[in-house]
């Protein structure tokens, strides 16, 4: 049963359909289909309404003739409404996600890939993403996160699903080159992909053309794609403080984009001011409704940059290899019976620093520090990592960026570590 509730001014404030246009489509074309109320005279729309309605806009701005459109439209439906006759919606049973799960970690690709063909052959591929492949990825990295599974049990789950969304995104209908296009992009040097892959996924899915770069697109590769391609919009997935790092040049970018940035990911969750500060719009965690969104959102207007912050923030990338190294050395003099690996782990444990410090600075999100703070409480113990180890490494960094950086961005350096160390639960560090 359709619910419909919206007046024609309300689909019009939210699809930017003039008023005069949607009545002239649903006089000429039959698109949208209202409701009429008791007394025949009022329309009243529904959501299934404003969806026909942007994708009609959507072929229209790409060139595509009213009618045509309206055509290929009806066609669709009829083709959904026999897909759904032929094969009624059903819920996924809650054992199929749990099985999934245990076959992955069981290193089964043949009882995984069943699994998720018996899945597919039930459900849309939008249940099956929303139900099955997310909680499963989600389930796998907490356990990673406790260390109760290694990290080869998570590459190879990650690489299977990866591997059967881009063979669903490959199998996919060509569409006419009218279509409006996006591309699809992870932040540079982030390499966590599949929820970008299932947003792509479900965009072509809902007429979209879609250019997928994937995992650790450098972002000047990014801007240069856009600018060939010229596409409606540009979205960027970032999950981690490293990829979030390498996007601070967008703060200042001299080359203006060549169409809007848009972002989804999970840092977003775990920061939610990052939503105001990042030069472009959030379209939220959920594929289906971040494709709305991105018919729907306006550019925000973002207060200026904080010049002195940004600059820090710069300083502090431009001289993380020197850093890296003053501090690992100066770590490693005091633990020298530990091994080589450890000298490894202490330098990716400071460029991770690094990145953090820099992005407290250019996102003006000091808040950063506390929340990867609760992330290293999380990761380090199942580790037999000694917290004093961190609080170690936090003091001997400091000292490093005295004796390299300036004045002013060792201060607001030093800051934000006295933040994360009193996050950490201690105020001060081991001489």
């Not at 996007?247 to 970018?253: G, N």
Request: charged letters at 20%; hydrophobic letters at 45%; aromatic letters at 6%.
């Amino acid at each position: 049963m359709r619910i419909a509730g919206y007046t024609i001014k309300i689909v019009a404030e939210r699809t930017g359909v003039p008023l005069h246009t949607l009545r002239a489509w649903e006089r000429r074309y039959g698109v949208p289909r209202p409701s009429r109320g008791a007394d025949n005279h009022y329309r009243f729309y529904d959501d299934d309404d404003i969806a026909d309605v942007l994708w009609l806009k959507r072929q229209v701005d790409a060139g595509v003739s009213p009618s045509r459109a309206s055509a290929l439209l009806s066609q669709q439906k009829q083709a959904q409404a026999m897909a759904r006759a032929a094969r009624p919606a059903q819920p996924l049973p809650a054992d199929r996600q749990r099985a999934l799960q245990e076959a992955l970690l069981s290193f089964d690709d043949r009882r995984a890939n069943q699994i998720l063909d018996e899945a597919m052959a039930l459900c849309a591929l939008e249940q099956v993403a929303a139900q099955m492949i997310v909680p499963t990825m989600r389930g796998i990295g907490e356990q990673w996160m406790r260390d109760e599974i290694g990290i080869g049990q998570e590459h190879f789950a990650s690489n299977l699903v990866r591997q059967r969304l881009l063979t669903a995104l490959q199998a996919q209908p060509p569409l006419a080159p009218a279509a409006p296009l996006l591309v699809a992009a992870c932040a540079p040097e982030e390499q966590h992909e599949l929820g970008l892959l299932i947003f792509a996924l479900l965009a072509r899915r809902q007429g979209w053309r879609v250019t997928y770069l994937g995992p650790r697109t450098p972002l000047d590769d990014v801007l240069s794609v856009s600018r060939l391609s010229n596409p409606r919009g540009i979205v960027i997935a970032v999950t981690t403080v490293v990829g979030l790092a390498n996007l601070i040049p967008l703060i200042d970018c001299d080359a203006q984009p060549a169409a809007p940035i848009y972002f989804g990911g999970g840092l977003f969750e775990s920061l939610p001011r990052l939503r105001d500060t990042i030069p472009g719009i959030y379209i939220g965690s959920n594929a289906g409704a971040a494709l709305q969104a991105i018919e729907t959102a306006a550019q925000p207007q973002r207060a200026p940059a904080n010049r002195r912050a940004l600059a820090a923030a710069r300083t502090l990338r431009e001289q993380r290899m020197e850093l890296t190294a003053a501090t690992v050395s100066m770590l490693s003099a005091r633990h020298a019976r530990l091994s080589g690996e450890f000298s490894g782990i202490l330098g990716f444990a400071t460029l991770f620093l690094i990145d953090a410090v820099a992005c407290a600075l250019a996102f003006d999100l000091p808040e950063l520090m506390d929340a990867q703070a609760d992330w290293l409480r999380e990761l380090l113990p199942p580790r037999a990592v000694n917290p004093a180890l961190l609080l170690e490494h936090l003091s001997a960094f400091e000292q490093a960026a005295g004796g390299i950086l300036n004045k002013v961005t060792h201060a607001q350096a030093r800051a934000l570590l006295a933040r994360m160390r009193e996050s950490i639960g201690q105020s001060s560090c081991p001489a």
